[in-house]
């Protein structure tokens, strides 16, 4: 069994690893790959800039919206879809920079109708439910049909398309598999369901094409994710890909830390993240982790350990 403290670092990495991707990809979002090679060679830096005109550092909605998934499930200690909503509610009224159409249109609806579920839409395969994966995924680690539940029943409050549910599925095992120490065939054996379900999103012929729309968002990532060998390559390949880079990084980033680990990240990204952001992923990640059912089994079985080693050094001062 993975250990409590490899949980812990992972499923870290995985929360961090999506901001950075986020603050990192949003300088060269709605850009092409020529025009980011024109203007930074190779863009590297957390530098905030891009049409948002950010701060270095700062996050864009996928960060946020994660977050308000994470607070929802802090706050009433367990899974609450109204809670979820109505934590995106808050967040849409603050005025936030940048808000997707599709999720705008989701929340409006939610706070005119009360309605938990967003219609079916043709237009809804965009990546705008994937890219708030991972706090699911931490939450959710160790139990697959709760992982399921959680991915939809989240994903739907604003995006309803078959091709946005299996892209959320198949991310939230990714980065579960990788937290539980899956190496690189496993988690390219779960592009290959969702490929064999979904042939669209077959990536072996990469497009280049880097937009919202979910299909391109995982190609993008999978391509960067299984052609690179370290974290930081992964995600400046994903980011120079322009399009919808923020999401892209994101999505990539949630996967590659989990996968490299939080000895991957690179120290100069982390230390450029927005410091607020940084230390409410840093209580956050560990909160959902702990109270996942791998991280509760885990916190079992390292107590019974511990008991188990008391009784026998008991019975061996007594003998
Ligand atoms: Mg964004």
Redesign the pocket.
């Known amino acids: 069994m993975t250990s409590r403290t490899d949980i812990e670092r992972r499923a870290l990495a995985a929360f961090l690893g999506m901001a950075i991707g ?1 603050a990192l990809g ?1 300088t060269t979002e709605f850009m092409t790959p020529g025009e980011i090679r024109a203007k930074f060679g190779v863009h590297r830096k957390i530098a905030g800039g891009g049409w948002l005109r950010l701060k270095a550092g700062e996050v ?3 960060t946020q919206m994660s977050l308000c998934i994470a607070r929802a499930v802090l706050r009433c200690g367990g899974w609450n879809l109204r809670a979820v909503a109505e934590e995106f509610t808050a967040w849409l009224k603050g005025n936030p920079p ?1 808000v997707g159409a599709t999720c705008r249109r989701g929340i409006r609806d939610y706070i005119l109708t009360g309605r938990l579920e967003a219609p079916f839409n043709e237009w809804d395969a965009g990546n705008g439910a994937v890219m708030r994966m991972a706090p699911v995924a931490l939450l959710t680690l160790g139990d697959e049909a709760m992982l399921g539940r959680c991915a939809l029943a989240q994903a739907r409050l604003t995006h309803n398309h078959p091709l946005s549910d299996a892209a959320c599925l198949t991310v939230g095992r990714m980065v579960q598999q990788a937290i539980l120490g899956a190496d690189r065939f496993a988690l390219h054996a779960l592009t290959r369901e969702l490929t064999a379900a979904y042939p669209t999103f077959r990536f072996n012929t990469y497009s280049g094409n880097a937009s919202a729309y979910v299909v391109d968002t995982l190609q993008t990532v999978f391509n960067y994710l299984f052609t690179t060998g370290e974290f930081e390559e992964c995600l400046i390949g994903v980011v120079n890909q322009g399009g919808d880079a ?2 892209t990084g994101a999505v990539a980033g949630m996967i590659a830390g989990a996968f490299y680990g939080l000895d991957a990240l690179p120290p100069r990204w982390l230390k450029r993240l927005d410091p607020a952001v940084r230390t409410e992923i840093e209580e956050t990640a560990l909160h959902l982790a702990g109270m996942s059912p791998a991280g509760r089994a885990a916190s079992a079985a390292e107590a019974s350990g511990e008991r188990r080693f008391e009784d026998s050094s008991e019975g061996s001062r007594e003998a």
Do not use: E, S, V
Request: glycine letters at 0%; zero cysteines.
């Open positions: 986020d949003a864009t909605d996928d940048d923020d999401t």
